[in-house]
């Protein structure tokens, strides 16, 4: 059986749920981009130093399928939805990493290079939650899934900012003279 199907050969694609929609359809656009999400994540593993931030973008991952599930549903409940321990999950990551890296205000992003895959996998996280809210905005989507998306862009930061730890390369931004 090939992947090939032709079925999207016209513009339109199924969602999980079975409905057909426009390739461009706001909710095939946020799924997407929670696969694209995805998907620099996966480079991002291979680089990564800090093994605790390996485990974690691995579990970031498996929230993603979650997400990308559930935005790819309509009509009947997904039964895997995102949850309030998944939002509580990347809060805590974040308080984790707040306390071994205290930071004191801004810092230049992608002083090495898997923090800078990090950092563009946060800008790609804020453009997915952008995606998500205009979803939001025409189809509700639950609260936990808007907190976790949310929080997930804090949490790609401070990955960042642990990998760069591991290599003494934390670099506090310097005022313009």
């Known amino acids: 059986m090939s992947i090939i199907t032709k079925t999207g050969d016209e513009g339109n694609t199924s969602l999980w749920s079975g ?4 390739k461009d359809h706001i909710r095939v656009e ?5 696969d694209e999400l995805g998907s620099y994540i996966s480079e991002s593993r291979h680089i990564c130093l800090d093994d605790q931030v390996i485990k974690d973008l691995c579990s970031i991952q498996d929230y ?3 997400i990308a599930g559930e935005l790819a549903t309509v009509g009947t409940p997904f039964q ?3 949850t309030a321990e998944a939002a509580q999950w990347v809060t805590n990551r974040v308080h984790e990493y707040e306390k071994r890296l205290p930071l004191k205000g801004f810092v230049v992003p992608g002083c090495t290079y898997s923090a800078a895959k ?5 800008a790609i996280c804020r453009r997915m939650e952008r995606r998500v809210v205009s979803l939001h905005r025409q189809n509700p989507v639950s609260v936990h899934m808007l907190q ?3 929080r997930l ?3 790609f930061f401070m990955l ?3 990998e760069e730890a591991k290599e003494g390369k934390i670099t506090p931004k310097k005022p313009i003279a």
């Open 64 to 66: 993603l399928f979650l």
């Open 80 to 82: 895997n939805p995102i």
């Open 148 to 150: 976790f998306i949310n």
């Open 153 to 155: 862009s804090d949490l």
């Open 118 to 122: 990090l950092d563009i996998c946060r």
């Open 19 to 22: 409905q057909r929609v426009p």
């Open 160 to 162: 960042a900012r642990s």
């Open 30 to 34: 946020a799924y997407g981009t929670v």
